[in-house]
């Protein structure tokens, strides 16, 4: 009976350790050199000052370039909701989308310029990224003389010095890492008055490593799609019983 005690003993002891072992590498900390843009999962929400545009997005990170877009965009004209798949950084794919017109690549312009932003301003607010931030730490730095650029691929953008930035950030989890910033830049043209404007972000980075959320065998049936890498204007619905394997076959022949 002693025997068979301490078999199941040991048992439930081994399996214990594996459980334990699982979640330490589920919730590991940040590495250090783990850059900002290194997150898996982006949650960013973004209000332009004084313009009535709120945009909400959420930006899922897959291996070889590729990235899911949750799209909510709110503005005087309307509201604008869908999602946006781009395959290896060369095909873009919408769905959900009810006026999205036939070229769908300036769906992507303003999450992409928007999600560069954010990561440049956790940048400059802390160079040594998310590993260093572990108390909460408050932020503010001015950039007097240089304009700021951003180029995304898919969409650019400049911003007139002097700006800066200033705001939060904290840790949440092992793994993640909660920001509030205010972005603020001169929109003044030379001679005239100085003004400003900015846009606020606030949102939460996911450095944990994830499945992404349409594997290869997914059908792509209901997506519009278009070859941003064959600079082409145009979107088309998928072709009927298309994967996203076969996809990235096409995509390897291209």
Do not use: C
């Amino acid at each position: 009976m002693n025997r068979q005690f301490s078999a199941l003993l040991m048992s439930l002891l081994s399996g214990l350790a594996v459980l334990l072992a699982g979640l330490q590498t589920a919730n590991a900390e940040v590495e250090e050199g783990t850059l900002w843009r290194d997150a898996v999962v982006t949650e960013l929400d973004v209000d332009f000052g004084g313009t009535g545009f709120h945009a909400r997005w959420r930006f899922h990170r897959g291996p070889g370039g590729d990235l899911q877009v949750q799209v909510e965009q709110i503005a005087p004209d309307g509201v604008l909701t869908g999602e946006l798949l781009m395959v290896e950084g060369q095909v873009l794919l919408a769905q959900g989308f009810k006026e999205q017109g036939v070229d769908i690549e300036p769906l992507i312009q303003a999450p992409s310029l928007m999600l560069q932003l954010a990561y440049s301003m956790l940048n400059r607010s802390e160079p040594k990224g998310p590993y260093a931030v572990t108390k909460k730490q408050t932020w503010d730095k001015v950039e007097k003389n240089i304009d700021f650029h951003l180029n995304t691929g898919l969409a650019t953008g400049t911003f007139a010095a002097p700006w800066g930035v200033k705001g939060s950030g904290w840790k949440t989890d092992t793994d993640q890492r909660r920001f509030e910033l205010l972005f603020h830049f001169n929109t003044s043209t030379t001679g005239e008055k100085q003004e400003s404007t900015s846009i606020t972000f606030s949102g939460v980075l996911d450095f944990r490593q994830q499945d992404f959320p349409y594997p290869d065998s997914t059908d792509l049936n209901g997506w519009r799609m278009q070859w941003i890498s064959l600079d082409d204007r145009e979107s088309e619905p998928a072709a009927k019983g298309l994967t996203l394997k076969e996809l990235r076959q096409q995509i390897k022949e291209s």
